[in-house]
Structure formats: C-alpha cells, structure tokens
C-alpha cells in the first residue's frame, strides 16, 4: 500500500467516534444496511433467542438443538459465558435438548429462564453464567406436625416440603413417585432408579424417617383371580405370600399350594410392608405405586414426574415457584400478576419475599397455567404457527413508528406496521436456513432485532432505518480477487479484478464504470495496483506466475509486453516514486523484493534479499524523505528496505510467532507506521523511524489470510485525517479496530456472501469484493 502526508489528530488516545460502516453504493443488489452482524458457535439450529441487559450492556440468550445456552454480548459479538447445558440423565447419558430460552430480572438480578426437553425450567444467572435455580411443580399446600408447608415436585423427580413462614427446605425425597396417608401420616412413597431391584421405600414426610424397606419378590402368581407374590423370610423367617390387592398376608397353608398351582407373572420385584402389610409394591415394567386403601387415600393422583412449568393461584395471585440455588435451595415464590411495562426486554418477576405468612390454597384453585408465556412474554401465534414480537423505536428514517417483527412461513423475518400491518422495507432474509425466533432490545440507544436461525447463527439488524435495493448494476461475473484505488481525470476510482478475468474501474461517487472493462487477461489476478507513467494510469496485475501485466484502462488492451520478474510466483506487488520516476514493487517466492520501471519493463538495481523465506507481503512509504519497502515473509519477520540504496534499514522487527500474511503502512500522530498481520490471528503495529512496536500484540483476527486494508491516519490513494483503522475480511463479514487503542472500531459489517478483497478509499472508506459483486462502505459519524 502507498502512502501519502496527511495530518493526524492531536490526541491519538483520544476514543473513537462511533464508527458505523454503511453502503454507500454496490454492484448489484445493495447489501442490507440493517444486518449488524452474525454470531456464530453454535453447532445445531438456534430454536430460540432472548436478550437483556447485564451490567449495563445489552446481552443475547441463544437456545440451540445442539444442547447448550449460550450468552453474547450485543456490541462486541462475544460470548460472555461457557455454554450452559440441562440435565443430563444417568441412565442414557442423553443431555435435554434446549426448546425454549427468556429472560427476566429477579430480585435485581437478571436471569435466563430455560426450557428443557424434559420438561425442566432451569434459572440461570446472566451475569456469572452459573445455574441460579429452577422452577417446581407445586403438589399441594398442607400442614405437617403444626406447620404449614408446600409440597413441589423438580424435573428431577424430588419431592421437596417447604416451611411457608421461614421459605426453607424440611424435607427432600428424590424419585418421588406417589402420596398417601399412611395410620393418620402423610407418607410419600420413592424408588431407587439406580438400584437394580428398585427397591421402594415409603417415608414418613413429617418427620424424614423411612417406615420400612423393601423386600425382594421370588415370585408373583396368579390364583382363583388373585394377584399372589412371594418374598423371603427376614431374620431366618419363612418365606411369605401377600395378596396384592389388599396387601394382607396370604394364609400360610396355601403359600404353598399357590406357588405350584398358580400361572407365574412376571414384572413384581419388590414390595414394602409396613406393621405387617403391604403398602406398596415396584415393577420392572411399571412405575412404582401404593396398592389397596392407599392408592384410594392419594391426593391429587400419582406425582407425575417432569411437570415443572406449573403456577397456581395464591390469594388471588397467581405465582410460580422456583428453587434458588444460589441461596441454598430455598424455595422463592414469584408473584407473577405485575404486568408493568417490560424493561430492555426483561419481564420483572417480583418475589412475595421468604418467611412471609402464605395462607393456604384455597380448594379447587390450584390451576395447570403455563408459565412459559406468563413469565416470558413471547409473543403469541398469528394462526399461521409465527411468531410476533413488537417493539418502540424510530423507524423508518426516525419516524418513531411501533413495528411489529413476524416470523413468517417461508422462514424470514417481516418487519411490518403495527397499525396498518404493512410490510415496512424488505424483510430480514441474512439467514441461510429457516428462522426460528427473533427478539429485541436497544444497542447504542437503537433498536435491533435479533434473529435464531436454523443455519446455527444468530444475526442482529439494525431497526432505525429502512431501505430498497436499488438499480441493479452490471459488474463482474466470477468472484472479485483483487481491489485497488486511483485517480483518473481528477476524480477518485476504485479498479477490481475478478475471476472473470477482467478489470473494471468505478468511479468512486456514483458506483458506475467509468471506462470499458478490460477482457481477456490470462488466468486469475492476485495481486493489483495502478500507477501513473507519462500521464497514463496503467494498471499492473500479477496472477499465479512471475510475470506482470500492464493494462491501459483507458486505451484498452496491453501497451507494453509483459514484465518477467524471475521470482517463481509474484505474491504481492506496491508501488513507490523513486527519483521522481514511478517503480513497481514485487515480492517473491523466491524470497526477494524487486524494483521494477513500468516505462522501461526493467529491474532497477539488484533484488533485495535478506529474507530466509518467501516474501508475502509488500507495502510502500515515506521515511525521512526517503522512499521505502516493508515486507513480510514466512520467516516471521517484516524488514525494512530504502528503496535508494537497496539496502535494509535496521534489523527484522519481531514479534510475530508464525508466517505474516499481510503488510500496510500508515500515519499515525503524523509518523510514519506499518501494519502486520500473521496466521498466530495477531496485528502488530510498528513505529518505522524508532523501528520498534507500538503498543500491545492485538489479537482477535480469526481468520489470518482473509483480506486486509489500512483505511485512515494518512492511508489510501490520497490520504485521510481520521485515526488509522485496520478493517479485516473473515468470511462474510468486515471487521475494524482502532490501530491506535486496538479496540474495535465501529460495527461488524455483514456482506451477503464472503469477502475477497479490500482496499482503502479516500475519506476513511473501504472498498469490498464479496462474491462477483462490490461495494463501497462508508462510515456513518463521517
């Protein structure tokens, strides 16, 4: 990259002014202004999204199908947490899928509210990632030895009582299976799942003491209608027969008379006999349960297992219940009947507070209401099985209109008038598969949406603007390779080679062709610059050899015979003025720099060598009146070559711990800098006149061969006074970041298909090949 003198602001330390990149024009279809940009690491389709606001910043709650929760911060794109699973089961080893995600603020904190495959509402805390709770079906309101307890039911089969007035736990019983009342007890009857037999015991719920245990079933028999079982004696006892309708014990003399005359039955493997009689009876094949006048005496059936999104009405409220485990396990009763206005996203679940007196339910008020909705708010389905969701804010060129966002059938996002239910600019159609859920919520003080889709991502758009398409343009037909920016006649351009194999040039105002496209050219170019020599601009291209072409844009054709550079494969070219004559600047495989005269077609001086590996990357700049060459190579190392004498200036400057892949020079606070970055996915900048680094290593850069630009800070075909920043392409999307702070600047900017190629524009502008297509980003504070 050529620089050329710009001013640079007095304060470098000073922040960067919010930096959003928008399309100023493209060819082709204009990518849509409103997509932010695409989160991605899930690794199944996102069922549901949800967002809140953590610390002050905004955050997204994602769902997937491939098991886990994970939370994101809206502004950086970074997730804040490991990912968060359910429950995994200890017999299958089967992890509950995530169906559903919402959030809420309880007691101040803001939660995730998670819905499992197996029924489970989990609690998560969003600002420390870690499991808060979960919410318990409730059983029934009772009093046990003179205190008014709750009886719930978690996901995972335990019983929990809880004490009304102190909000603590008196009891758990884990497998719960079944109620009765047991010679005036409340008994609560569990089975070991673990246990091969599955053993059932029955428990006393007052006091936690176990009644009885279990004994093994020889054999079950049928006789004259009768369900007959046989156990072993205990303590040197004979063996036993119990008829299992009343749970009494058979006579003795016909034990042995019904073992050899009745039909076997098979399943029976344990009963629980209590002062001398059955009680309750577990089978292999069958859940657990009381026989005779206790399965009559049950209150409200069986406990059913997995049934945890239950609320009730409590003194006219309805409420749900959930177990806080970042407070021992105490059990919390959430008031959900505030229906106040949602804040940032978040429904408020106001808590009746621990060891309030709660009187009991009132008969017949318990109520199966789904919870999912009342606490979530999501919004309701349209007939069609869509989902809508509204939300305030200025749309529409800040018209403050309330839209609501539909999920429609054919898997994309409608944005529509809430009054008139118009569509509102094109739907939101970034994903490649169908859309499951969006939400919304404020970034910056705007409105954005958030999208879940099936193609595993979670996109963000942009709500405070709309747009159209615009005039289709005829450009390039293969992938956009190389980029470059010059003048011509006075007016800025941007010159794009594509696989196509033609060069076209556009004038940088309008985004219309401004000469004939040059055709014909011989394989793919990677590498592109312009130059000026005798008043023509030419443009010089490399490909996959050692030779350059040069092309008159204007003229047409090839008006010289193409340059030989003996390097085995031209990997980067720059352009330079030496002695007032313009030279061209290659960088090989052959791990030399060579200096070329476009008007002769001639090496100028001897190649610059020093490099142990092939050079791979070149830029060009000023330093102390002299022009130089910086270079990078696999070697690891970027040097520094005065141009003039040939010779390297100082020693390699390290820093970098694998290949450099890419060089650009810049002005930073007016001195002369370069920029480079390596496959180690770091960015290093270099302060060429001390020849050492400025500032830290910058990490980040996930993609450590996609294209790079220096837009900025002095950089560019004619120069720029904002703060240099570096803009990386990582498959569809650009991303900047302040040189100066290596923070990053301004939004990720989403391209509708991957990006090939970027160069600096004049006015801290970048120009972007994605696919065939390009397009100039702009920011928007400029």
């Known amino acids: ?41 899930h690794t199944g389709p996102v069922r549901s999204v949800a967002t809140a606001i953590v610390d002050g910043r905004p955050v997204v709650v994602s769902g997937s199908r491939d098991n886990t929760v994970r939370v994101w911060d809206l502004a950086t794109g970074e997730q804040l947490h490991d990912p968060v699973t359910g429950r995994t089961d200890p017999v299958s080893s089967v992890t509950a899928e995530v169906l559903s995600v919402a959030t809420a603020e309880a007691d101040g904190r803001p939660v995730a509210l998670t819905l499992h495959g197996d029924d489970s509402v989990l609690v998560w805390d969003l600002a420390t990632g870690r499991a808060a709770g979960e919410f318990v079906r409730l059983v029934e309101s009772t009093v046990l030895d003179g205190r008014r307890v709750l009886l719930t039911l978690g996901a995972d089969g335990t019983l929990g009582a809880w004490d009304l007035l102190t909000g603590g736990r008196v009891g758990a019983f884990p497998s719960a299976a079944g109620l009765a009342v047991l010679e005036g007890r409340r008994v609560v009857l569990t089975v070991d799942d673990i246990d091969v037999d599955r053993k059932v015991r029955v428990w006393d719920l007052g006091t936690g003491e176990q009644l009885a245990r279990s004994l093994t079933v020889e054999r079950t028999v049928t006789l004259d209608g009768r369900v007959l079982a046989a156990t072993a004696g205990e303590a040197g006892e004979e063996r036993r027969l119990w008829d299992l309708a009343t749970g009494e014990p ?50 409200n059936g069986a406990l059913v297992r997995h049934r945890a999104r239950e609320t009730a009405l409590l003194d006219g409220r309805t409420v749900a219940l959930t177990t806080d485990s970042a407070a021992g396990g105490t059990l919390r009763i959430w008031d959900l009947t505030d229906d106040r206005q949602r804040v940032n996203g978040m429904r408020v679940m106001r808590s009746t507070g621990a060891g309030e007196a709660v009187p009991a339910f009132p008969p017949g008020q318990e109520q199966a209401a789904d919870l999912w909705h009342r606490v979530s708010g999501r919004g309701t389905g349209n007939g069609n099985g869509n989902v809508n969701v509204s939300v305030n804010g200025p749309v529409g060129g800040g018209s403050g209109d309330r839209i609501a966002l539909t999920v429609e059938q054919d898997g994309t996002v409608a944005v529509r008038d809430r009054a008139t239910g118009k569509p509102v600019g094109p739907p939101l159609t970034g994903h490649t598969g169908t859309v499951h859920d969006v939400a919304t919520t404020v970034l910056d003080g705007r409105p954005v949406a958030v999208t879940a889709g099936a193609d595993h991502t979670l996109r963000t758009w942009d709500l405070t603007h709309v747009h159209g398409d615009g005039p289709p343009r005829t ?138 590996s092939r050079v791979t990357a070149v830029a060009t700049a000023e330093l102390a009146g002299r022009p130089v060459a910086v270079t990078g190579s696999w070697d690891k190392t970027v040097r520094v070559w005065d141009l003039g004498t040939g010779r390297q200036i100082g020693e390699p400057l390290t820093g970098h711990t694998d290949w450099v892949t890419s060089v650009a020079t810049v002005l930073v606070d007016g001195r002369p800098a370069a920029v480079s970055r390596s496959r180690d996915k770091t960015v290093c900048l270099w302060d060429l006149a001390a020849m050492r680094q400025i500032g830290g290593v910058r990490t980040g850069h996930a993609d450590p061969n996609g294209p790079m630009a220096v837009t ?67 920011p928007a504070a400029g």
Do not use: K
């Not at 344990?270 to 069958?286: M, Y």
């Not at 003048?487 to 076209?504: F, H, I, N």
């Open 250 to 299: 058979a006579p003795t003399p016909s034990a042995a008379a019904a073992l050899s005359d009745g039909t076997e039955v098979p399943g029976v493997t344990t009963v629980t006999v209590v002062h001398g009689r059955v009680v309750a009876v577990g089978s292999d094949v069958e859940e657990p349960g009381f026989i005779g006048p206790l399965a009559l005496a049950r209150q």
């Open 712 to 778: 900025g800070g002095g950089a560019g075909a004619a120069g720029d006074a904002r703060r240099p920043v570096v803009a990386i392409g990582q498959g569809q999307t650009v991303r900047s970041w302040d040189l100066v702070t290596g923070s990053e600047a301004g939004n990720e900017y989403v391209l509708p298909l991957a990006v090939g190629a970027l160069a600096a524009a004049p006015g801290g502008r970048l120009m972007a090949g994605f696919g065939p297509e390009v397009a100039l980003l702009r």
């Open 475 to 612: 450009g390039h037909t293969g992938t956009v390779c190389a980029i470059t920016t010059a003048v011509l006649d006075g007016s800025p351009v941007a010159v794009t080679a594509g696989a196509d194999r033609a060069v076209r040039v556009w004038d940088l105002a309008t985004g219309q062709q401004v000469t004939a496209p040059v055709t014909g050219l011989e394989g793919q170019v990677t590498a592109m610059v312009t130059t000026v020599v005798d008043g023509r601009l030419l443009v010089a291209t490399a490909g996959s050899g050692d030779a350059l072409h040069l092309l008159d844009p204007v003229g047409g054709g090839h008006p010289h015979e193409t340059v030989t550079t003996h390097h085995g494969r031209v990997l980067a070219l720059a352009t330079a003025v030496l002695a007032g004559r313009p030279v061209l600047v290659t960088a090989g495989a052959d791990r030399t720099v060579g200096v070329w005269d476009p008007a002769t077609r001639r090496a100028v001086g001897e190649p610059l060598t020093g490099h142990s």
């Open 1 to 41: 990259m050529s620089e050329t003198s710009a001013g640079a602001p007095d304060d470098v330390n000073a922040p960067l002014p919010d930096q959003r990149w928008t399309v100023q024009w493209a060819d082709g279809p204009v990518p849509d202004h409103r997509r932010l940009r695409s989160l991605g690491g």
